[in-house]
Every structure is written in C-alpha cells, then in structure tokens.
C-alpha cells in the first residue's frame, strides 16, 4: 500500500518537499556546517553521529513496524564486499577532504556556502560521471567479489526481524549514551 | 517551534529524520538518498553535450539521465536549508569555511581545488559503494542492511583518516 506511484508528477512533488522538510532539519541540525561535519571526523564534534544514529533507531523501528503490517516495502541495496568497502573507502576520502556528504553539501549550498557549490557539486557531478565510464569494466568483475546473498541482518543471523530490531536499538542507545558519558 | 533558532538538538532532528523516513517509504515508496541524483545530473549534462550516444551506457540505463525524486529530493534540500537559515539568521555567502580559514589562511584557490579533488572522490566513491551517507548511511542501515552497515563504516574510517591527514 503505496500512496503515490512513481514515475507521476506528484511523486515529483513529494520528492521535492521530502527534501524540503530533510534540508530543514539538516540545516537545523547543524550539519551543513562544514566546521560540524569535520569536527565529526576530527572526533571532536559528535553532532553527526549523533542525528544518524537517532535516525536509524527512530526510523529502524518504525519502518519494521510498517513493513510487518504490509504498510511498507523494503528496499535494502544489493552489494558486495567489493562494492562497498573499496567505494565506502573512496567515499571517505571525498569525505575527509570536501568536508561535505552529497546531502549535507546540498545543504550547505541553501544556506550559502560557495565551496560546495563551486567546489564541490562540481566535483561530485564529474567523479559520478567518470564512475559511469568506467563501470561496463568493474560490474562483472570488482563489484561481483564477496557478493551479499542475504541483505539483511535478520536474515542473516536468522532471526525474527523484531528480535534484530530490539537488539540493535539497545546496542545504538548505549552507544549514544557512552558518547555522552564519555562527554561529546 | 523554535523555526528561528539557530540549531536544534541533534536527538530531535534524528527523530524527525527518522519519521521523515516512514513517510518517504510509506508515501513514495522511496528511501531517503542523494547521491543518484548527481550521477543522473552528470549523464543528463553528457546528453546535452554529446546526444543519444550516452544512453548506450549500461551505467545509464540502471540509472536514466532524467529528473526523478531523489533529484528532487536534492533540490529541496537546498530549499529547506535555505528556508530554516534564513528564518535563523545563519544565511550567509562565503567561499571559504571559518575553521578552513584558522587552519589554512584565506586560501580560496586551496579550498576550490580540495574541494574538487573531494567532490571526484565521492561522486565516484558513492556509485561505486551503491549510495551515501544517506542512502546508505541512514536508510540503508534503518532497513538493518548489511552492505550499508559495512559502507558507513568505510565512510568514516576513510573519512577520519583523510581529516586527519589534512588537519
């Protein structure tokens, strides 16, 4: 039970104000500030994994909650060891030396930032660019090593998928509470 | 409710991300995300300046060179953003970030070609990897996915490192 179908101009529209609504809260949050995003990796700042960590266990419980009553769908991306650590690692030095996410970036641009606008969009558009060149090379060879066939932790240590869910929050809340135990 | 604060507590903007996430599932059939969006402005970019051809690509044809949500979504981040920084007072144009500049000077050619050379890194790390500190980061991990759980740490591992380096 999907309210708006894709491909249609209202799922358009929901998109944009999905997106106004997350810049809204990014912005809030703090974290289109490049001070806040490389404080976080700087391990002086713990802004960011703070607001992504609430996410996950807001967010975990209420989608395994929709998705158990037939509400919702899951969309958990395939992947494999060699997509996801050599790219998570690229990633992370895009990272380490823009000092935006694709998402925060944009949200820098909003609030006036010409470093991720000049600097940064940029360099994102041409890196993405140059990735589809050269894909037709690695999606049958790097990209298929270590290949995930279950994607999901509940399946993978089968499990009741609310049983994974309840695990995960208590291991993310005490996380969040060491952090500020420890005084970040 | 506080529009015109300057920030908001990062535990209340996680749940409202969070809830932000039933909605896009529930009303979109969509996770929250960004980095497609930039990989469909660059194929979008190529048609206009080399045509038909680029759609041969296997690359685009997993992901059309058109306007979808998640590109949408991306415009309106820098609305939102826009929108809460303006009500805040925090709007503000600058080139160079006030931590870049007590670090590296008033080095705005610097910053421009860090900020490319960042920019390529993760355009090209996010496809590779399948997604961002969105997609993967928050609405992959919420769906309890195991390439994004390895992806986000990968993100920060690489990420801490590179910071460090450079600072």
Redesign the interface.
């Known amino acids: 039970m ?3 179908k ?1 491909g249609s101009r209202l ?20 974290v ?4 806040v995003l ?2 976080q ?3 002086t700042d713990f ?1 960011v994994i ?14 395994y909650f ?1 998705k158990a009553r037939g ?11 060699g ?17 935006y ?16 606008l ?16 050269i ?2 090379l ?2 049958d060879n790097i ?1 298929k090593v270590g290949k ?1 066939n ?5 399946e ?1 240590f089968n499990i009741k ?1 609310w049983k ?2 309840a695990i ?1 929050s208590i291991i993310l809340i005490l996380f ?1 509470l060491v952090i500020e135990i420890v005084g970040y | 409710m506080g529009f015109n604060l300057v920030r908001w507590s990062p535990y209340l903007v996680g749940i409202f991300i969070g809830i932000l996430s039933w909605l896009s599932f529930w009303i979109s059939d969509r996770p929250l995300g960004a980095s497609t969006a930039f990989a469909r402005t660059s194929g979008m970019l190529e048609k206009l300046l080399t045509g038909d051809r680029v759609l041969q690509n296997p690359y685009y044809q997993e992901y059309k060179p058109v306007i979808d949500w998640e590109w949408m979504l991306v415009v309106g981040v820098i609305i939102g953003s826009f929108i809460s920084a303006s009500l805040s007072g925090q709007f503000n144009v600058q080139f160079l970030p006030d931590f870049w500049v007590a670090n590296f000077g008033n080095t705005v050619v610097l910053r421009l070609v860090i900020s490319l050379i960042g920019g390529f890194f993760m355009g090209f790390g996010a496809r590779w990897a399948g997604g961002c500190t969105s997609g993967h980061g928050i609405s992959g991990t919420l769906q309890l996915s195991i390439s994004s759980w390895i992806a986000v740490v990968c993100f920060f591992i690489g990420g801490v490192i590179t910071a460090f380096l450079l600072y």
């Open positions: 999907i309210i708006i894709t799922h358009l529209f929901a998109g944009l104000l999905t997106g106004i609504v997350f810049g809204f809260l990014l912005q809030k949050g703090g289109a500030n490049y001070e490389i404080g990796l700087l391990l802004t703070k607001i992504i960590v609430t996410a996950i266990i807001t967010g975990m419980i209420g989608i929709m509400i919702v769908e899951l969309h958990p991306k395939p992947g494999s060891i997509s996801v650590v050599i790219g998570g690692l690229l990633f992370g030095i895009g990272f380490g030396l823009l000092g996410c694709p998402g925060t970036l944009a949200g820098a641009v909003g609030q006036g930032n010409l470093d991720a000049f600097g940064g969009t940029t360099g994102i558009i041409v890196g993405a660019g140059v990735y589809a060149k894909y037709p690695l999606k990209l995930f279950k994607l999901t932790l509940p993978i998928p994974m869910v995960s969040l």
